[in-house]
């Protein structure tokens, strides 16, 4: 059961356009959203996250929109660079059941991102 | 800025061996998490300790354990290797959950032959 899902494998974009990364969550317990940049053979680099009381954060190049109603959250990068080309990692959180801090990640399947000069 | 460390970086093993991975939280980091990816897939959460206890555990085999020390750092022991058991193994830190600081160190290559 995939309770969070990145329903695009890939997306190609030109170097300066804006790129949109999607993802869609079922659990609704879920209140912290990640999204992680990943090279291979390395570790998830943190990119930004938003907490499930706001509807937008951004950080520099970096928006994330949040939908609540809709389970979706989406990324955005504008002006896209090639550097940007990478996995996209969505991941999701929810307050431990003993109440004290969030938990575990769970993690969408990624999105191969590619920026062309 | 100090980040997660894992050690080795890369390790091969036979079947049936065992493997012992070592995650070195970044200080003042009091929950480390353990995540497997397989080959093509997302990685999937295993274990959790916060301060020291076993906080939250997920799709980790039996064969697997783990345990967090009173230097906060954490090994992942890993017996009766299988092939499928071939994935990187990434360690995370923070401290109090998600919002702090939730830092990924670059994993371990584990390779079952």
């Known amino acids: 059961d995939q309770q969070v899902k990145q329903n695009s494998p890939s997306l190609s974009v030109q170097e300066g356009r804006i790129s949109i990364l999607n993802c869609d969550y079922t659990n609704s317990m879920f209140d912290y959203f990640l999204w992680y940049k990943k090279y291979p053979a390395e570790g998830p680099t943190f990119l930004i996250s938003i907490s499930s009381i706001k509807d937008k954060n951004e950080d520099g190049r970096f928006t994330v929109f949040l939908n609540k109603s809709a389970k979706h959250l989406s990324l955005h990068i504008v002006p896209s660079q090639p550097g940007d080309s990478a996995v996209y990692f969505c991941?999701?959180?929810?307050?431990?059941?003993?109440?004290?801090?969030?938990?575990?990640?769970?993690f969408g399947q990624g999105t191969i991102l590619t920026v062309h000069p | 800025a100090a980040g997660v460390i894992q050690s080795p970086r890369h390790l091969i093993k036979e079947k049936r061996e065992t493997a012992t991975l070592k995650c070195y939280p970044i200080?003042?980091?009091?929950?480390v998490y353990w995540y497997q990816q397989g080959p093509g897939q997302d990685p999937q959460f295993l274990i959790s300790?916060?301060?020291?206890?076993?906080?939250d555990k997920g799709s980790i085999p039996d064969r697997f354990s783990a345990q967090q020390f009173s230097d906060y750092h954490s090994e992942l022991n890993m017996s009766s290797l299988e092939l499928g058991d071939s994935a990187l193994y990434f360690c995370?830190?923070?401290?109090?959950?998600?919002?702090?600081?939730?830092?990924f160190g670059s994993g371990t290559r584990l390779t079952v032959v």
């Open positions: 300790f916060y301060e020291k206890m076993q906080s």
């Open positions: 991941a999701a959180s929810a307050y431990n059941a003993g109440g004290t801090s969030y938990g575990k990640l769970t």
């Open positions: 995370a830190s923070s401290y109090e959950g998600v919002g702090y600081g939730y830092t």
């Open positions: 200080p003042r980091h009091d929950t």
